[in-house]
């Protein structure tokens, strides 16, 4: 059994869902335990199938409610909205995995410090106004929004990208509530991580010994699950302007954790 791939797999349960990449994180350190780059890459989105399962079955309600409105041809605001932005999301990251060879590391570490910087500018402002945010934390992610955030979604899969450090950061800048802002991130990551990673499986199956990646597999889908449910309670108690700054500093921390592997 080797140890170092079940290392691999806490640390993608632990920081899938929070504003770290995931696949940044898996991928370097795989590379540091030996694993060629094409190798380490193709683990590193493998191990998102049950990071996606995991929310699959906290959210199964909500899922189930999409896909039967999806059905009968009920498409509501939240269902258009937010198959523009799985859709959205898919293709760009489709599009950039296939490109990944040609794309440096860099280009992710620097959105995300304008992310990390535009968070900070945010909290700022809202500590200074002392105010909660309402209005549009009461309603439901615009299309326009999903749209958006599921564009940001796309672009992490290149290693460095922070999937939740995008689209958290980005609808935290928006001024949504936090709880909802998590909710979302949570809603449109599960599917594209689902095909993410039973794509990938499919390229490792055959380098991996099976009852490794079993449990590799019940590591991660364990692990998301506390790490998502320890999330979506910080996001229930926090006011916003502690959210944006907390989001901030893990941002931060992602780039100087990355910079340091590589």
């Avoid at 909660?132 to 009461?138: D, E, F, H, L, N």
């Avoid at 380098?207 to 979506?232: C, G, H, Q, R």
């Avoid at 309670?233 to 590589?262: D, G, H, M, Q, V």
Wanted: proline share 3%; net charge positive.
């Amino acid at each position: 059994m080797d140890q170092y791939q079940l290392i691999l797999a806490l640390l993608q349960g632990l920081f899938e869902w929070w504003p770290i990449s995931s696949s940044g994180v898996v991928l370097l350190t795989s590379i540091y335990f030996g694993f060629p780059v094409n190798v380490g890459y193709s683990i590193s989105l493998a191990l998102h199938l049950p990071s996606g399962l995991a929310i699959l079955i906290l959210y199964w309600g909500r899922f189930r409610d999409v896909v039967s409105n999806m059905a009968r041809f009920k498409l509501g605001g939240f269902e258009k909205g937010y198959l523009s932005g799985l859709t959205a999301s898919l293709i760009i990251g489709y599009l950039l995995y296939i490109l990944f060879v040609n794309i440096s590391i860099i280009y992710g570490l620097t959105a995300l410090l304008i992310v990390s910087i535009g968070l900070f500018i945010t909290s700022i402002a809202l500590l200074t106004s002392s105010r909660r945010v309402r209005g549009k934390a009461s309603r439901d992610i615009s299309f326009y929004d999903w749209f958006i955030t599921g564009i940001l979604q796309g672009l992490a899969v290149l290693p460095g990208f922070s999937r939740s450090g995008l689209t958290m950061g980005y609808l935290s800048l928006r001024k949504y509530d936090p709880s909802l802002v998590v909710r979302t991130s949570l809603l449109l990551g599960a599917p594209a991580l689902i095909l993410a990673g039973s794509y990938n499986l499919l390229r490792i199956i055959n380098v991996i010994d099976p009852l490794t990646l079993a449990i590799a597999y019940i590591i991660v889908f364990i692990t998301s699950i506390l790490s998502a449910k320890l999330l979506i309670e910080l996001a229930k108690r926090i006011k916003i302007y502690y959210f944006t700054l907390l989001l901030a500093l893990l941002i931060l921390l992602n780039i100087i954790l990355e910079l340091i592997i590589s």
